[in-house]
């Protein structure tokens, strides 16, 4: 059995992977995850990189470096397009006070409109097998910006992100659904496919 700390303090990212390893379940026996709560671990981890990898690797370095345990970390963020690319490693912390509702009307409100509205998550894990082994592993999703929120409970942007292809935003579709297509569970599939090779 493969055994690994996700070091991560987001419950959304935390029950997409359950989520999806579940369904995977015959596929992926050998592979387990224990999230922070279970040894107690609430150091607040560093995040001061100018990447997302630089981030990922601080996330998973700094647990490793305090328990020797083999972990791995996420970094992700939406960029869009007419803005630069931002909020990019900023994404959780857009707007002034953090809040998730006020980082999407901040980044509405910093669109204006016949601008394009194309959009991207990107995401990249990293996994920390022992001190000398660090890999990465990345995933995007393409997208668009929706004009208006759809007022429905998710993750980050995930009331305002159309996929490509797609009718509805990601907060409207299952999660079942959004790991289908999703930017971590592209990620993750690379590195839970190297860890049973
Ligand atoms: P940890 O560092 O503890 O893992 P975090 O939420 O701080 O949690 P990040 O620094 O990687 O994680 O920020 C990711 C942000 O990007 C997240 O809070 C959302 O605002 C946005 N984001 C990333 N993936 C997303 C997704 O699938 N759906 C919606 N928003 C997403």
Known sequence: MKKFFFVTKNIFKEQEIKKFILSKKNQYKNFRFFSLKEINFTDS??????????????????FFKKTNLPCFSEDSGLKVECLNGEPGIYSSRYSTNNNNIDNIKKLLSNMVKNRSRKAEFFCVFCLKINKKETYFFEGKLSGKISEKISFKKGFGYDPIFIPENHNHTLSEISINKKNQISHRIKAFKKLIQFVNK
Do not use: Q
């Open 45 to 62: 981890i560093p995040e001061y990189g100018n990447s997302f990898i630089e981030n990922a690797f601080l996330k998973a370095e700094f």
